[in-house]
T-cell receptor, first 113, second 115 residues
């Protein structure tokens, strides 16, 4: 049973560029959440997707957007990258309200230079 | 105000000893859940244990137990019989309300287990 997978593992981008990160949820899960983890900090909630719609959003600017596909996989897009966007981006999948567990992927480490 | 507070940036423990990692939380919602995650250097967040606000008994999962003191708003993680593989970052997190999966994390505690 495959867990949550994320791609790419590492990414280096230049300030002002755009980036797309991808996540495939654990089998049977239909909800995907994205978190940003800056160095030395705990993860911060970006947003959550369910039934291909953004269900909940954290305190992140509109430069952060996402998408969920019919197969429940998800993308996180960040436009106009800033140096402060450098972080580990974690994807978590779950089944809403039926289980308290969220399964996290290994993350994508984004470096903005 | 911080929703989740972890006051121990780092902890050391000898192999086979028990260790307690502290976590306090702040919420006015009567329904909430408390979580502990382990994050090795690889980056993946590994779920350890969960405690619901209405659970009467403290949660246990193998060598992990959660010391839930509701009145004090604390949810400390106890790891018994520490192993070298327990060395990692540990995060306390909270989910507020019944209809959200959003987790609010603390800043973490780095645990180092030595032989």
């Amino acid at each position: 049973d495959a867990g949550v997978t994320q791609s790419p593992t590492h990414l280096i981008k230049t300030r002002g560029q755009q980036v797309t990160l991808r996540c495939s949820p654990k089998s049977g899960h239909d909800t995907v959440s994205w978190y940003q983890q800056a160095l030395g900090q705990g993860p911060q909630f970006i947003f959550q997707y369910y039934e291909e719609e953004e269900r909940q959003r954290g305190n992140f600017p509109d430069r952060f957007s996402g998408h969920q596909f019919p197969n429940y996989s998800s993308e996180l897009n960040v436009n106009a990258l800033l140096l402060g966007d450098s972080a580990l981006y974690l994807c978590a999948s779950s089944i809403p309200t039926t289980s308290y567990e969220q399964y996290f992927g290994p993350g994508t480490r984004l470096t903005v230079t | 105000a911080q929703k989740i507070t972890q006051t121990q940036p780092g902890m050391f423990v000898q192999e086979r000893e028990a260790v307690t990692l502290d976590c306090t939380y702040d919420t006015s919602d009567p329904s909430y859940g408390l979580f502990w995650y382990k994050q090795p250097s690889s980056g993946e967040m590994i779920f350890l244990i969960y405690q619901g606000s209405y659970d009467q008994q403290n949660a246990t999962e193998g060598r992990y137990s959660l010391n839930f003191q509701k009145a004090r708003k604390s949810a400390n993680l106890v790891i018994s019989a520490s192993q070298l593989g327990d060395s990692a970052m540990y995060f306390c997190a909270m989910r507020e309300g019944s209809y959200t999966d959003k987790l609010i994390f603390g800043t973490g505690t780095r645990l180092q287990v030595f032989p």
